[in-house]
Structures are given as structure tokens and as C-alpha cells.
């Protein structure tokens, strides 16, 4: 290994060892460490951030083409953004970003508890200030929000979100009206008790036959479920049982099982190198909701899977037909939480929160404003209005994290997801077929092929245009909607 690819690697290293740290503090570690942990994690990460951000890698850069790249333009371009975002915020602001942040979450915790906004209106005040700092120090060519965006998003812009949103807006608020209008099927037998241990080892079962390998991966328990990489061949998952709720467990299995699955596929030879990740949060996204949604919650998969439910939750599911669960389990209906949300509302409420992000950074409505700025789109969008911040604009924890900027992938990751889906249909003649008889190897392997052995090289609007032939659209996602629930609500 030459002596730039090892620097490069130890990068890594101490970024997957302090992934560790931060695993086991959602898993298993004592809440009396969390004081000594949080050192370990940051010590971790500051080494990390100063080998990227050092002479070394500026020196390479510079010297290219030598050694250092050969013919890897991928492994030089990704170095470089790593680098410049690295270099170009100032080491005060990431600081002060860190310490306001973890000021923030507490407040964050507190106001939603207590429902009490301007308890955590001053914290999110610093946030966005220090996020438009970040903007400028990043730098940008149309708009600040670009700079923020483009941290989860690589090269994705603010007025292509705005204009896809636009246009699935316009198509999915009259489709969200007809289906609500609608007597939404009884989804009660999902609110009946299902055991801890039969939920878990249903969601193991789904997500073997899937080709989730657990030779390189594993599944812990945790208050919020997330997937984390520590290489190529250690990727671990974790989720939560709720034993009155069959949802939770089951979908977020098959949820993390679709990012664990992604990592898993990345080219081995781009071990210990920054090409060795998801190339975008919505990419990655577009893999979870693939396996979540359009496998998970799709007919042909309960073909195969609802005698082995049946088997697994006798008392609970004893008496429902296949056709009444699947209908429950794709119940659609105007909510108030996000997480809860059905696959057909879930990106109004994502919409709401890139318009307000944006509105916010540009100056147009101010932090104080946010309660009924926030109620009033829900309602304009779903026809239901919070009674109070905790149901509305306190339910999610990413602002009190620092990240503004990052909402709007999960509904790119959803077009993604049909985009990619409909050309896997197209590639593979009997794909439904083989979903149907819980077969999965085949669709897997296309996904390897086309997105997950990639991992950096390409990014995402590569990848959908090599594959698809075209860029992102709605097209492709609102087809599946109407073609799904105009079969389960019979219009
Ligand atoms: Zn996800």
C-alpha cells in the first residue's frame, strides 16, 4: 500500500472505531459512561478530522496526477470534497456547532416534554445562524441552502428539490384527498400482542431469506433504530420492539436490513478508502424503503410470508385473512407524526419541513414564527392541524442535532426507490414472481450490480441516469401509488 493510500486508511479506521464507541453507547454501554465515552468519541473523531484535514492530503491533492490517484478519479474527487468541506469551516465553528448542538438536544428534550417551544427557540436560533455561517464558509453558487444540502445530498441543488416537490405536490395532495375520503380498512390486529421474541426472529427470518449476511453483520436492540458500518464486513443493525404494535419491529428490520444490505455490497477492494460508504443519504434511503416498502409491503410478498405469520403470532393474527392484514398494513390516513406516517402522506410531511428550512434560511419567516407556520402547512397539506408543539414542530430531533438540509432525502430517497424499482422490473422479467415466492437473490444481485458496489464512485444522479437512462421524477413514484391503492381501496 503506498504511503497516501495508508494515510488515507488509518482516516478511515479512526472514523470506524469511533463508529464502535458510538454503537455501543445505543446498545449496551452503562449510562454512567456516557461522560468518558463522549471524550473517547471525540478524541476519535478530532484525530480523524486533523489527519483529512492535514499537509499530507493537501500535498497529494495538489501533486496529482501521480501515485497517490493513478487512474482513480473517483478516489481523487471524493478526497478532495472530503477535504475542502474538512478545511473550509473553520475548526470555531465546528467546535461551537458541536457544543450548541448538545445544548440543543437537551433543551430539544425538555420543550417536547413540557410543550413549551421557546424553550428550545433560542437553541435553534444559534443552529440556523451557525448554519448559514457554515453556508458561507462552504460556499455556494445559487443558494445558501445548496451548501447544506449538498452534505447529504452531494450535488443535488435546492431548486431541483423545489421543483420536483412542486411537482409531486401538485399530483399527491388530490391522490392523498381521494384516499382519505375513503373508509381506511380496520387495522386493529396490529394493536394486539405480539411477543418479543416471535417479532424478533420473524424480522431475522425476512431479512435472511432477503440475503442480509449476517457473517458481517448483526442485529442489537435500541431506543431508536439506525444501521452503522464499521468495514465492508461488519455492518450492524439495530430496532425496537414494541409488543402491543406489530409495525415498529417488522417494518424497521426490513428498514435498516435495506441501508445494512447496501453497505454490505460495496466492492470489497474499496476497503479503507472514502469510497467505501453510501454515496448519498437519499441513495441510501432509496435501498431501506425498496425492502421496507415495495417488497415489504407489497402483495406478492405476503403471498409468501403471511402462513409463516400466521405461524409465528397465532393468537394475534388467528382468524385474519391475508387480504385483511395487507390492507391494515397499508392503511393510508392523515397524521400528525412523521415516523408514523404511511408510505403515501410520509413526503407531505417531508415537504413541509424543506419549505419551512428554506424559508428559514433565506430569511422569510423568522424561528418565532415557526408553531404556526408549521401547523399551518400541515393543515393546508394533510387537513389536520396540531393542538400542540409536540405533535408539531417539536416531534423530530434532526434540528436540535445541527442538521438543517438533511429532510429532504428521505423523500428523494423514496423516488429513488421506484425509479430503481420499475427498472429492476423491466431487467428481470419474473422479479414479481420471485418475490412472491420470498426468492430474493436475483433482485439483490441487480441492486449490488447497479448501486451498492459502486459506493462513491458514482454519485446518486449517476447512478439513477446509467440505470434508468433517466434523472430523478416523480413519475415513476406516483404511477406505483395509484396503481397500489387504487387496487386496495377498490376506486
Ligand atoms: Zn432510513
Redesign the pocket.
Known amino acids: 500500500m503506498s504511503d497516501f493510500r495508508n494515510h488515507l486508511a488509518q482516516i478511515c479506521d479512526l472514523n470506524h472505531a469511533a463508529a464502535v464507541l458510538e454503537w455501543d453507547q445505543e446498545t449496551y454501554m452503562p449510562s454512567g459512561a456516557a461522560e468518558a465515552r463522549a471524550h473517547q468519541i471525540a478524541t476519535l473523531r478530532r484525530l480523524a478530522h486533523e489527519l483529512l484535514a492535514s499537509e499530507k492530503t493537501a500535498t497529494h491533492l495538489e501533486k496529482r496526477p501521480d501515485d497517490s490517484f493513478g487512474d482513480n478519479e473517483a478516489l481523487y474527487r471524493i478526497t478532495k470534497r472530503d477535504f475542502d468541506r474538512a478545511t473550509r469551516i473553520p475548526a470555531d465553528l465546528v467546535a461551537d456547532l458541536a457544543e450548541t448542538a448538545a445544548l440543543a438536544r437537551q433543551a430539544w428534550r425538555t420543550a417536547r416534554e413540557s410543550d413549551t417551544f421557546k424553550v428550545f427557540a433560542p437553541h435553534l436560533d444559534k443552529i440556523l445562524e451557525l448554519n448559514l455561517r457554515k453556508a458561507e464558509a462552504v460556499g455556494y453558487d445559487e443558494h445558501p441552502y445548496d451548501a447544506l444540502l449538498d452534505e447529504y445530498e452531494p450535488g443535488m441543488k435546492t431548486a431541483e428539490v423545489a421543483t420536483v416537490f412542486a411537482d409531486l405536490r401538485n399530483q399527491l395532495v388530490p391522490i392523498v384527498q381521494t384516499l382519505t375520503a375513503e373508509k381506511a380498512p380496520d387495522n386493529s390486529m396490529l394493536h394486539r400482542h405480539f411477543p418479543h421474541d416471535a417479532q424478533w426472529d420473524f424480522g431475522l427470518d425476512v431479512i435472511r431469506d432477503f440475503g442480509y449476511d449476517f457473517e458481517t453483520g448483526r442485529q442489537d436492540l435500541s431506543a431508536h433504530p439506525f ?1 452503522t458500518t464499521f468495514s465492508i464486513s461488519d455492518v450492524r443493525l439495530t430496532t425496537r420492539v414494541d409488543e402491543s404494535f406489530f409495525n415498529p419491529a417488522f417494518f424497521g428490520t426490513l ?2 436490513a ?2 445494512g444490505m447496501y453497505e454490505q455490497g460495496i466492492d470489497r477492494a474499496l476497503e479503507r478508502t472514502p469510497l467505501a460508504d453510501g454515496t448519498s443519504l437519499g441513495m ?2 432509496s435501498q ?2 425498496l425492502w421496507e416498502n415495495l417488497v415489504g409491503r407489497s402483495r406478492g410478498f405476503w403471498s409468501h410470508y403471511y402462513p409463516k405469520a400466521l405461524h409465528a403470532f397465532p393468537d394475534a393474527l388467528g382468524g385474519v385473512t391475508e387480504e385483511d392484514f395487507y390492507r391494515a398494513i397499508n392503511r393510508v390516513e392523515n397524521s400528525l407524526i412523521r415516523v408514523e406516517a404511511d408510505e403515501v402522506t410520509y413526503n407531505l410531511h417531508i415537504m413541509v419541513r424543506f419549505e419551512l428550512e428554506t424559508e428559514l434560511v433565506e430569511g422569510k419567516i423568522r424561528v418565532a414564527d415557526l408553531p404556526d407556520a408549521w401547523n399551518d402547512r400541515i393543515e393546508a397539506y394533510l387537513g389536520v392541524r396540531p393542538t400542540n408543539d409536540a405533535e408539531g414542530v417539536l416531534q423530530d430531533i434532526h434540528w436540535s442535532l445541527g442538521a438543517i438540509g438533511y429532510f429532504p432525502t ?1 423523500t428523494l ?1 423514496n423516488l429513488m426507490s421506484t425509479q430503481l424499482f420499475d427498472q429492476a422490473n423491466s431487467d428481470i422479467p419474473d422479479l414479481a414472481q420471485q418475490i412472491s415466492s420470498g426468492n430474493f437473490t436475483v433482485l439483490l444481485d441487480w441492486l449490488r450490480t447497479h448501486v451498492h458496489g459502486h459506493g462513491r464512485k458514482k454519485t446518486a444522479s449517476e447512478i439513477l441516469t446509467d440505470t434508468t437512462g433517466t434523472g430523478l421524477s416523480v413519475e415513476s413514484w406516483i404511477q406505483y401509488i395509484r396503481r397500489k391503492y387504487e387496487d386496495i381501496y377498490g376506486l
Request: cysteine-free; hydrophobic content about 0%.
Open positions: 444501521t428498514h435498516e435495506g441501508h441510501h434511503e431501506s424503503r428521505y430517497g
